[in-house]
């Protein structure tokens, strides 16, 4: 019977067309043998580890060091420090909000916040004397205990802690936005940022606020690693990191300032 396919009658009707050859044995059983799925690369950069995190969070951490103990040797003035307060401010949003990876970005941060913690610190131990070690070794200790509570799962992080603590942050600042403006017309504002018990209340609710960053701090990077985010995913860790501990120290160092007497 002949085939109404045109292919087909045009191949019988025309001499020496090219036809496949047929494959080999050899061929057939490579068909058979390769695998009918195959599975999918893996990504084509290197993945974030702990050890990239720490590295980069002793380089942001150094920085910021550095900059804190040039200001304080050189006793910057607080104008300049404010000045440096200001650009780490616009650094910090910029970071936080671009979910930044940029060394460069998050380095200038440190090291503008840097200037300004070394002169406030100079200024603080001026008035009570050996408050910055105190305030140093405070904010240690809490580093170290929120992550043996998040070590220790004591406190698990999950998308309602998440909220509620971004909740608190944006009310707590909003009070300190608030705080400021009523005391350019009132001795001491609302109350928050004086030497009497609501100073104190909110100084400690600060501080826990500051902690409960770390747990933030901490479930990214564990999420980070196990999800397979690229490297450089460790320099917002490490900004994350630094934010929140330069949060706790001014915080401490606030809050022991209200128990230490003048020299």
Known sequence: MESKNPVFNRSRQQPGAWAPPAPTPDQLQHMYDSPSY???????????????????????????????????????????????????????????????TSPALILAYAAFQGV?????SSLFESFFNGIVLQAILGTAFAFGGVLAVYSLRIVRVTPKLTKFVIAAAIAAIGLMVVNLLVGFFVD????????????????????????????LDFDAVEQG???????????????????SLVWIYLEVLRFISYFSGND
């Open 116 to 120: 300004f913690l070394g002169a406030i």
């Open 38 to 100: 195959a599975p999918p690369a893996g990504p084509a950069y290197r993945t974030m580890t702990i050890d990239d995190v720490v590295v980069r969070g002793f380089m942001t951490l150094g920085t910021l060091i550095a900059a804190a103990a040039a200001a304080w040797y050189f006793q910057v003035p607080m104008a300049v420090a404010v000045g440096a307060a200001i650009v780490a401010l616009v650094l910090g949003l910029i970071a936080s909000f671009k979910q930044s």
């Open 188 to 215: 001491g504002g609302i109350g928050i940022r004086t030497d009497s018990p609501l100073g104190w209340i909110f100084s400690i609710a600060m501080i826990l606020l500051g902690c409960f960053f770390l747990l």
């Open 225 to 243: 690693v196990k999800q397979g985010a690229p490297e450089k995913f460790a320099w917002q860790c490490a900004f994350g990191l630094t934010l």
